[in-house]
T-cell receptor, first 115, second 117 residues
């Protein structure tokens, strides 16, 4: 199992450009999440999905869009990049139904710089 | 209001000693879970330990234990016998209402732990 994979690892965008951050998991997890982590801060939830075709907003959704057409993939779209979106983006997944930990498994992160 | 509060931005500990990282939380939900993650300088998020709100005993995982005081709404992480490799950022996180909130996590701001040789 590769677990949760994210591409790219690092990207520089100009203001106003758009891009898609890719996230895939091979654990057949129902739930997937996108978080952002600003320097020196904890993670904040952008969007999440409880299954294919179902997405919902998190704490900081403005400026982002998501889709979940398959169980495996959960891409995050930035339409008009702004300097405030400079951050490290983490994708995570977990399986509903585990009795105990229900831990989220995190990808390695994508570092985005908007100039 | 902050749902997860970590009041120690930075901590130092001598190698082989124990250290406690503080975490307090705020929720009115009777069903919740508390997590600790480690983030080394390489950036990945590593799950350490979990405590459910209905668990009667404090969680333990190897050198990690969680000092869960429900009435005080605190969930402190205790690392015993610190090692140099424990130097990292540590995040406390909470998951509320597991049946209706999608299991999303709310994170604290983190505590940076430095282990001295």
């Amino acid at each position: 199992n590769a677990g949760v994979t994210q591409t790219p690892k690092f990207r520089i965008l100009k203001i106003g450009q758009s891009m898609t951050l890719q996230c895939a998991q091979d654990m057949n997890h129902n739930y997937m999440y996108w978080y952002r982590q600003d320097p020196g801060m904890g993670l904040k939830l952008i969007y999440y999905s409880v299954g294919a075709g179902i997405t919902d907003k998190g704490e900081v959704p403005n400026g982002y869009n998501v889709s979940r057409s398959t169980t495996e993939d959960f891409p995050l779209r930035l339409e008009l990049a702004a300097p405030s979106q400079t951050s490290v983006y983490f994708c995570a997944s977990r399986q509903w139904g585990l009795a105990d930990e229900e831990t989220q498994y995190f990808g390695p992160g994508t570092r985005l710089l908007v100039l | 209001a902050q749902k997860i509060t970590q009041t120690q931005p930075g901590m130092f500990v001598q190698e082989k000693e124990a250290v406690t990282l503080d975490c307090t939380y705020d929720t009115s939900d009777p069903s919740y879970g508390l997590f600790w993650y480690k983030q080394p300088s390489s950036g990945e998020m590593i799950f350490l330990i979990y405590q459910g709100s209905y668990d009667q005993q404090n969680a333990t995982e190897g050198r990690y234990s969680l000092n869960f005081q429900k009435a005080r709404k605190s969930a402190n992480l205790v690392i015993s016998a610190s090692q140099l490799g424990d130097s990292a950022m540590y995040f406390c996180a909470m998951r509320e209402d597991i049946y209706n909130q999608g299991g999303k996590l709310i994170f604290g701001q983190g505590t940076e732990l430095s282990v001295k040789p």
